[in-house]
């Protein structure tokens, strides 16, 4: 008899099954299934599961769980894709109930999309209403040669109702057939399922939630002949019924959208016509070699079928531009293409940086061409706005993306179902490392913290199996955060659909099944660092009318470099982390190049070969030579292979490969197989060998790109990153206020980082001024040089209060008290709420010198706004208030100033009127030096501040230490306390509190620090 299993839910629908595809093959090998349906509440999975099932064997059918509303009830049913025309209506009907955001299959959408599919409706399953009148609807709108009547037996168990269905089946001429939704593949797996399904509902063991689910296990053979075996022919008639469907999957084909051209036009014409324009607008006249490399590039573009993408990702580019939103100047390979510069959709010059247009796009490895673009991440949702209204709709989409369950996720989800505390939950996740890839049987291992507190009790052990079944399964569905595909036809043609957000449908197939099905992706990104950079130009724009091309920025600019020597990076994108900064103080970088170098060196492997790196720059080691024919391609990298187009030069060089075949060498040795690398060995030998090199020379040249190759890095995306990294710096070097004042407001949120900001730009003699309800705007700006503070970094503030007050601000006379702002905003928005932040950070105090005050006023401001002017529209005085009389602040004592620091402190995350430090210096005999006057020659030294950061660590001896940051009014300066002095001061350490302390200034790795030699509270 064929056994064939019609209902299976897999894991992708998230936490409605815990069987996962790559599970299938070898389950149903062992019950002999000659067909499967995946019938998920979605079209999720169906690629994955399409595969498995080949892979074994066995004929995959796509299907799909409905609820039929009907007007005597709701009739659960699988609708099954019969041939390719039911596969399409199946994507139509997904599509449709899940736009639409509809859990329930109208009968007239039913009837409109069920043409080529198979229905099995289950009237057991029914929950309310009358099924045998549910499935008679049913019946007429379907048709008998395509509804058949499901019989379920779960674990056994007969419907009270069954021989009802079968009479009515009967009566109907519908055929019968065996039914058995599966959501886990054995009966021992039924406990982990119910806390999927506790997990996502939010239920708890121990209140006996879901304790009644009906047995879904992937049954035996056996089972189901044991279960069927009055009616076998119901199994039959299942494997009969999924037999009956063709492969409907359509093949992977190449949907590349077509790019608008006039009559007459074609895609290639127009792409040549506008790389021509392009070159001539960045040179004048195009030089010969430009000329040649384009006619190469083009020629690939033509002959691969690409030129409309480069169209299309132009086009959108240069709506960008005109609607003045900052791209990045490439990312990426695509960076290596002359075509991508000419088109101003990348601004790196791939001829003067090396770069490889075979490393992008590569004719002997036809894959689809992949162009990231970022944008400023503010104004990325109009780029992707525009796409989707001037393909159409229809033909764009986001594409989805499924968190799933961590190691530590899995247990602390499945920890809250079985009611473990909060605080043993919190345990639980300390046991598990937090390094990426970890999995929870390693952390459990035999042992292991976890592994020795599971043993201690049954009850952890089974928490532990059923999180063990769940890590790694999809949890919830989100949107991806660049990704973006568009289609020639109407993508509800090509894949499933779903709701987004903003308009844009989202696809229900996450990336690698988008493109698995051949459509183009592209990634639209958004880079907070193009955010900053825009803001830092929009200011100066604002305040002096004049326009930085960032483009036009010197790349051997003396200040900027000297930055980058400095290891001043604070902002610096991709340089900003400690470690990058004691890499640039030691490098200590000359150019443009030794800067690109770095940030391609600064990765996990690679950093290996920074201090190799480090000597042959400054001529304290020779640079080897590899090969006279090899060394000009690795002069500028000092004899080592950085770059990945490093690795594809030497095999043109030496082995006469093309640079399609150098880029096959590239990819291959990098996966360090054996067989791959002697077979690649061989290849470019014998072409060494065909040019003349000695064999030897050619091996020991081999064996050096090996050595290297996983080390290398994309020299395209180095250059163009660090162009970013660059222009950021150089604003800082030239334009310091109006770089911390775009850097400061992107921070508001993020106490510590304010805080640490405040004091560089103190060190810097930037003034900060407070923040202020008269002339603050949102964020920070600059102000005769200074920073003004921005309300939307005030503690507690709303944002829509916020934008209220400022727009209140424009339009009415300038306020000369409290009261003129309450009344301006009227009742309906001056809250205590939202003044209380505002009085406490100090942004009031230019209607009265004391907070005291101001704080004890609020109320009477509160009572008088609600009394002239209740709402926006209701102004009891016409816009006069004054007509009322001038109101009185109310008395009240003045404000201690600690209490006025803390409450600064809290509000702002710093000090704004004065540092503790100030009145430490003043309050003491002696002189104390300045953080900020500190050097590495200072010697001994007297300082007072505040205590923030503190690190306790032990020494390899096992003897107590410390490391904390001291904060002055003008900057802070890291210290350190070894053993000794630790033993002595470590009783007057804590976070915040203010100490005077003396010690050694030094500098260690380029940076400064203070041994501390003593201490005083």
Known sequence: MNIAYAQIMTSDDPLQSIIRPGMLPEALKARGA?????????????????????????????????????????????????????YQNLLKMSSALSVKDRDKLPLSWMKAYSRGCLLVVDPAMMQDGDPAGATKIVLETGGPDRVFMGISRPGGMRSAEEEAWVGLAEREGLTVCAAAVARYLNSEDAFAYRVARLIDEGGKLSENDLADLPEAELPMPDELLTRFSDHPEWLEATAGLLMSCSNTLPEAERLMPKFPIGEGGTADGRLRQDCLEGLGKRFGSVPERYAARL?????????????????????????????????????????????????????????????????????????????DVDFADHRR??????????YGRDHVAQIITFGTLSARAAARSTARVFGFPEAEQREISKMIPGRPGVTLAEASASGTPLSRWVEASPNRQKWLSAALSLEGIPRNASTHAAGVVLSPVPLVDAVPLTSGSEGIYLTQWPMKEVEERGLLKMDFLGLRNLTLLDRIRSMIWYDRNVYLDFGKIPLDDPETIRLFQAGDMTGVFQFESPGMRDTLRKLKPEQFRDIYAINALYRPGPMDNIPVFERRMHGRERVPSIHPDIDPILEETYGIIVYQEQIMQIAVQMAGFTMGEADILRRAVSKKKRDVLEREREHFVRGAESRGYDRGSAVKVYEYIVRFADYGFPKSHAVAYSLISFRLAYLKAHEPAYF?????????????????????????????????????????????????????????????????????????????????????LSGAHFTRTAAEPLARSGAMDDFHPDRAVLLASIGAAETYANLVRPTEEDDLFGGDAASFGRQKYSEAGTLPEALKLQYERDALGFYISEHPAARMKAGRNGTFADVAALGGGSGRV??????????????????????????????????????????????????????????????RNGRLQLIVKNIEG
């Not at 999975?45 to 509303?69: C, H, N, Y």
């Not at 949702?381 to 001037?390: G, T």
């Not at 003004?788 to 727009?807: E, N």
């Open 34 to 86: 000659v067909a499967a349906a995946i019938v998920n509440t979605k079209l999720y999975g169906i690629l994955p599961f399409a595969r498995a099932m080949k892979s074994a064997g066995i004929r995959p059918v796509i299907g799909l769980t409905v609820q039929i509303e009907t007007e005597a009830g709701v009739l659960p049913a699988f609708m099954y894709a019969k041939d390719d025309g039911g």
């Open 295 to 371: 006619d190469h590039e083009l020629d690939v573009i033509s002959s691969m079928g690409y030129s409309d993408y480069f169209l299309i990702t132009a086009d959108f580019i240069a709506y960008a531009a005109s609607r003045g939103i900052l791209t990045g100047p490439g990312r990426g390979s695509s960076a290596g293409s002359l075509v991508a510069y000419a088109l101003g959709i990348t601004d790196v010059d791939p001829i003067a940086y090396g770069l490889i247009f075979e490393r992008f796009l590569n004719p002997e490895r036809v894959s689809m061409p992949d162009i």
């Open 942 to 1003: 007297r300082v007072a501040g505040i205590i923030t950061d503190i690190k306790r660590i032990r020494t390899k001896k096992g003897e107590a230490m410390a490391f904390f940051k001291l904060q002055d009014d003008t900057g802070e300066v890291e210290c350190t306390l070894f053993p000794k002095e630790y033993a002595a001061f470590n009783r007057l350490l804590a976070e915040e509190a203010g100490i005077r302390l003396s010690g050694q200034a030094e500098l």
């Open 381 to 390: 949702h109009e780029v992707i706005e525009y796409v989707a209204e001037k």
């Open 740 to 824: 911390y004042a775009a850097l400061l407001s992107q921070a508001a949120g993020d106490a510590d980082r304010v805080s640490r900001l405040v004091s560089e730009i103190r060190m810097k003699g930037i003034r900060i001024l407070p923040p202020s309800v008269k002339k603050s705007g949102y964020a920070c700006r600059v102000e005769d040089g200074a920073i003004r503070y921005g309300l939307s970094g005030i503690k507690g503030v709303p944002a829509p209060f916020i934008r209220k007050l400022l727009d209140a601000r424009k339009q009415s006379e300038p306020w000369e008290d409290l009261f003129d702002m309450a009344v301006a």
